[in-house]
């Protein structure tokens, strides 16, 4: 009786624990995916522009070449080119204009539509990073990034907050520095500067420092 009974107990808890288990990876994977949808949303937007730009031009092509037609059935003359003055312009071209010239047009026109193509169907990118939190999801803006590491460099260089410009896009870093006349700028120190500062965003897309020095004007040395 007593055996019977302790086999039971111990199914029962491995059945339990292998549950709690199952939910436990079920529930972190639900959470995960949930994730990975929040960032695609807030960090990607649609091609609207270039899908309407794409369909607009479609539009006026078609609705020009249907006007064509209908005029030359009517024998009425053509708004820029009859079709029977297109086929005759299009099967002389060969013999008018050299091979090279005809493949290079070519090409360049199926280039223009693959890059509609390729805009009108795949999603564009927000200017925004996202930062690594566990259990979280945290995303900035890059202005607010940009103002924040101009502000470090400015604080720990000792270079006037005005004179020091920074642009944070997807892959990079632009630092541009104005010093004063005469002024040496430690390019290196603030490249250091600002990979450190970026370990402690702790970017989940590793950008890479770029550092320039602009010459300053002088109007603005007055």
């Not at 009786?1 to 939910?23: A, D, G, L």
């Not at 949808?37 to 522009?49: C, D, K, L, N």
């Amino acid at each position: 009786m007593s055996t019977r009974t302790s086999t039971s107990t111990s199914t029962s808890t491995s059945t339990s624990t292998s549950t709690s288990t199952s939910t436990s990876t079920s529930t972190s994977t639900s959470t995960s995916t949930a994730f990975r949808r929040i960032v695609r949303r807030e960090t990607h937007s649609p091609r609207s522009v270039a899908m309407a730009s794409a369909v607009v031009l479609a539009v006026v092509a078609l609705a020009y070449v249907g006007t064509e037609i209908v005029l030359s059935l009517f024998s009425q003359p053509g708004l820029l080119l009859s079709p029977a003055a297109a086929g005759t312009w299009l099967s002389g071209l060969p013999d008018q204009q050299p091979a090279w010239a005809i493949i290079t047009v070519a090409l360049l026109l199926a280039l223009l539509g693959v890059v509609f193509i390729v805009l009108a169907l795949t999603p564009g990118r927000l200017p925004k990073h996202q930062l690594t939190r566990t259990g979280r999801v945290v995303l900035v803006d890059n202005a607010v990034i940009a103002a924040a590491l101009a502000q470090h460099v400015s604080d720990h260089t000792g270079i006037a907050r005005d004179r020091v410009t920074v642009g944070v896009s997807g892959r990079v870093v632009d630092v541009v520095v104005t010093p004063d006349a005469g002024v040496p700028v430690p390019n290196e120190r603030i490249r250091e500067l600002i990979a450190a500062e970026l370990d402690v965003y702790q970017l989940v897309r590793p950008i890479k420092t770029r550092v320039r020095t602009a010459q300053q004007r002088e109007g603005a040395l007055a």
